[in-house]
């Protein structure tokens, strides 16, 4: 029984095996990441008429469907793909093919897998500063991934830096980020199943709250005076903040009244008034927030007068003065009246004194407490008790602060009766008509004035000889005495609304002066100098001439000169013309416009022999160049006989050799030393000489300036151009042709010009000669000394006796004779000397003017 069960089982697998079909799939196992497509291809050994696809589910798979297609190639195959494969496509796929009573199948397994996929990794991710960041990076794969971070190329060590942690998610967290945490992070996944590896670049950005740092909280400006104001805060973030400006809440966008710079970190607001004082907001906003200050304007106002009024009143009454100002801060405010300036309180107003008159002879001083000042806050008053004429004029009010100051007037218009001024004694003589000023001070201003004698007013039938003139605010008597009569007391009265004024007035007989008293005469070889007293008595007008009068001891007639008294006349007089070692007696009077009084007694004194000259007094000036001195020097006393010629000498102060002796004439008054060493001491001396013999020498010692480290440069505009430069040299030319041709036309015409002057002269004189002997002065042979060359000049040279007076003054006489009376006649001129004048051979020579000025 068992031998036929088996026979039957492998008759059964015979026929199996001789009815199936041989399928193939290929590939044998299929792996797909999701998302990917992939076909399968299944291949049927022999002809198939029917090959089928079944999926994971067991269910035929349909031809055309989107996501799974079977395509039919030929009677042996079939193709199966999947298209972006997911999950859901996992399982068994098995194709069946079929023929007749044949059929096969095979199978093959398809398995889904996650490929590294960033799901989730945007860049830029951006974070407020201080936050707890969370960096996303989102992946995905099968099997999950290990993710790692990179800062900078650099693994991040988490254990290093506390701050930083990778969560469970794998993103990257930062506890209190920073600015400098920002930059770019590496997000890196790695699957070691497959050995797949993947990374995003991941741009932190760290924004930055603003902050705004005030420099100044308070800003000070002033108001009304065209000034703008600025306010600024400095503003700092990321990215850069937007700055706005705000005033209770308002945002201040006007264009004419306030302007901003680019970024808006400074406001500037036009034209402050006191209006714009007050709280400003500085608003500074981002992407990290915004923050805001307050900034304050205080604005001050200038201190500025509103209300001060002129006031008009009458003598002796009490009137104030108001003003009144604003100003922030709040001014102090101030009197002042000329000169004087008011403290608060009571105060004496000018020390004034009255003037006494007939009306009102006693002289009064203010008492303390005339003036009274009050200030309260912004208004201040000045009060005159008891209003004097003298208090008239300008009251200036003046407000100040530390901002600034105004100054504005009141004007004080006191009405009071004419008081009067003027001399009182008035001197002159029988017909010599005088005038008598009263001069008038009232107001109104319309006064009435006359003059009286003996209560009759002036001018009269009986007074031909007085005359009225009359100014805005003075009246003159005119009064030519005839007789005794005639002096005497004259009124003036003056007459106004206000009330009336009289003044006595004194005319006196004036005298001839008494006789001044000569205190000492100091005689020198041929002048004395007389110092005497003037007069006691002036007789009543002034001195107008003094007379002196000399004559030899005892005999002769007397020389008289006149010297009339001007201004800056002293009590010296120097009379000249005097003999060498002679006695003289002199006496002095004096005369005004009555007539000359009487003479002083004589006195007697004796000139002085003739003597050596007194040395003359020096002046010394440094010229431009710094390296030349002008010596100039005054005459003194010539010790009765003239002056021949004066002795320059000069050395360095360090040097032991003086340079060669400078011979220079009686007339000059200078010379110039030239091409001197630079920053050195010089000493100076010059003598006067005459035929008597030499002066002591009067020295003087100087330095020279220190030299010059370069010629300053003219630069181009001290330059001529060249093309200037030679037309001004062609007009030169053509003016010295023409010259030369109307030169020619004369002599030949008019027997006149320049040729005939010349063709005309005759040869060379004794002055010629002279000229050509007096070439050499001195030479120092192979010497470094300047040569001198000296050309000599015919000049006339007066005598000792017209040379005029020389002493005493040290400087010229103290007066210029007018007339000389008797027998005083002035000497002969002695004839023409040599002059010799000293010019420049080159740069460094010594140069002289003997005619420049005289003293």
């Known amino acids: 029984m068992l031998r036929s069960r088996d026979a039957l089982l492998a008759s059964l697998l015979l026929v199996g095996c001789a009815a199936s079909l041989e399928v193939q799939i290929t590939p044998t196992h299929g792996e797909i990441s999701l998302g990917e497509s992939k076909f399968f291809m299944c291949d049927v050994g022999g002809v198939a008429k029917h090959i089928d696809w079944f999926g994971p589910s067991g269910d035929r798979i349909e031809p055309n469907r989107p996501d799974l297609t079977v395509t039919r190639n030929d009677e042996s195959s079939s193709t199966l793909t999947i298209y972006k494969a997911g999950t859901e496509d996992a399982g068994t796929y098995k194709c069946v093919a079929t023929n007749g009573d044949q059929q096969g199948e095979a199978t093959v397994q398809v398995k889904m897998f996650q490929r590294l996929t960033f799901t989730n990794a945007p860049s830029p991710q951006e974070f407020n500063e201080g936050d707890n960041a969370n960096i996303v990076c989102d992946v995905v794969s099968s099997p999950p991934p290990t993710v790692f971070w990179k800062y900078k190329g650099t693994k991040i060590q988490m254990e290093k830096d506390v701050r930083f942690k990778v969560l469970g998610n ?29 990374l995003r670049a991941i741009n932190v950005v760290v924004n930055v709250l603003p902050t705004i740092r005030i420099w100044q909280t308070e800003v000070n400006a002033t108001a009304d005076v065209e000034h703008p104001a600025v306010l600024t805060c400095a503003v700092d973030g990321y990215p850069e903040p937007m700055v706005t400006w705000t005033r209770n809440g308002v945002k201040l966008e006007d264009e004419v009244k306030y302007g901003f710079n680019d970024d808006g970190s400074e406001m500037t607001i036009m034209d402050v008034t006191k209006l714009d004082e007050g709280e400003y907001t500085c608003i500074a906003k981002n992407k990290a927030g915004e923050n805001e200050k307050e900034l304050s304007l205080r604005v001050f106002v200038k201190p500025k007068i509103t209300y001060i009024v002129n006031k008009t009143t009458s003598e002796m009454e009490e009137e104030t003065l108001t003003c009144e100002a604003t100003g922030d801060p709040t001014p102090t405010i101030s009197w002042s009246y000329g000169e004087h300036f008011f403290t608060e309180g009571e105060q004496a107003h000018l020390n004034r004194i009255y003037q006494a008159s007939w009306t009102r002879p006693e002289q009064h001083k203010s008492l303390d407490g005339n003036v009274v000042v009050r200030s309260d806050a912004r208004v201040s008053s000045l009060t005159l008790k008891y209003v004097k004429y003298t208090d008239a004029g300008q009251y200036l009010c003046t407000a100040r602060s530390t901002i600034g100051e105004d100054t504005q007037a009141a004007y004080l218009e006191v009405r009071y009766a004419p008081k009067i001024h003027g001399t009182v004694a008035v001197y002159t003589w029988e017909g010599n008509p005088v005038n008598i000023s009263c001069e008038v001070r009232a107001y109104p201003s319309d006064v009435s004035i006359v003059w009286l004698r003996d209560g009759l007013q002036l001018p009269n039938s009986n007074s031909t000889n007085i005359k009225i003139f009359r100014s805005p605010t003075s009246s003159y008597l005119q009064v030519t005495p005839e007789s005794e009569n005639d002096f005497g007391s004259y009124n003036c009265t003056a007459s106004n609304e206000m009330g009336t004024e009289s003044k006595e007035f004194l005319l006196i007989q004036a005298e001839v002066p008494s006789a001044p008293f000569i205190d000492e005469v100091r005689p020198f070889s041929t002048t004395a100098l007389i110092q005497f007293e003037e007069p006691e008595s002036t007789g009543g007008v002034p001195v107008l001439k003094y007379r002196t009068q000399w004559r030899v001891e005892g005999r002769g007639s007397w020389v008289t000169r006149i010297h009339e008294v001007q201004d800056g006349f002293g009590s010296e007089l120097t009379i000249t013309g005097l003999k060498p070692d002679t006695s003289y007696e002199v006496k002095l009077s004096a005369a005004n416009g009555k007539g000359e009084g009487e003479s002083s007694s004589a006195e007697l004194f004796k000139t002085a022999p003739v003597r050596n000259p007194n ?89 020279t300036s220190s030299k010059p480290e370069a010629i300053p440069d003219l630069g181009e505009e001290g330059v001529l151009p060249m093309g200037t430069m030679l037309w001004a040299g062609i007009l030169v030319v053509v003016f010295v042709l023409l010259l030369l041709a109307v030169d020619v036309t004369c002599y030949f015409v008019n027997k006149c010009g320049l040729i005939m002057c010349l063709c005309g002269k005759s040869g060379t004189g004794t002055k010629g000669h002279n000229l050509e002997e007096g070439k050499a002065a001195f030479v120092k042979d192979e010497s470094k000394e300047p040569i001198v060359e000296v050309r000599t000049e015919d000049e006339c040279t007066a005598n000792h006796n017209a040379a005029g007076p020389i002493e005493p003054n040290e400087t010229t006489p103290l007066t210029k004779p007018e007339k000389i009376y008797a027998d005083e006649k002035s000497k002969l001129e002695e004839g023409d000397l040599p002059h010799p004048l000293i010019s420049a051979a080159h740069n460094n020579v010594i140069q002289t003017n003997a005619t420049e000025s005289k003293v």
């Not at 021949?644 to 110039?672: A, C, D, F, N, T």
């Open 170 to 198: 794998n993103h990257l967290q930062i506890r209190g980020i920073k600015k400098t945490d920002e930059g770019l992070y590496m997000c890196e996944a790695r699957l070691m199943a497959r050995g797949e590896i993947d």
């Open 615 to 703: 040395p003359p007094k020096l002046e010394g000036s440094l010229q431009a160049t710094g390296n030349s001195l002008k010596v100039s020097w005054i005459a003194q006393d010539d010790g009765g006989s003239p002056i021949l010629h004066y002795l320059v000498r000069y050395k360095p102060i360090q040097g032991s050799e003086w340079k060669p002796e400078i011979r220079m004439p009686s007339g000059s008054e200078h010379v110039v030393l030239r091409g001197l060493e630079w920053d050195t001491e010089y000493s100076v001396y010059v003598v006067a000489e005459n035929q008597k013999g030499k002066s002591q020498p009067a020295t003087m010692s100087f330095r």
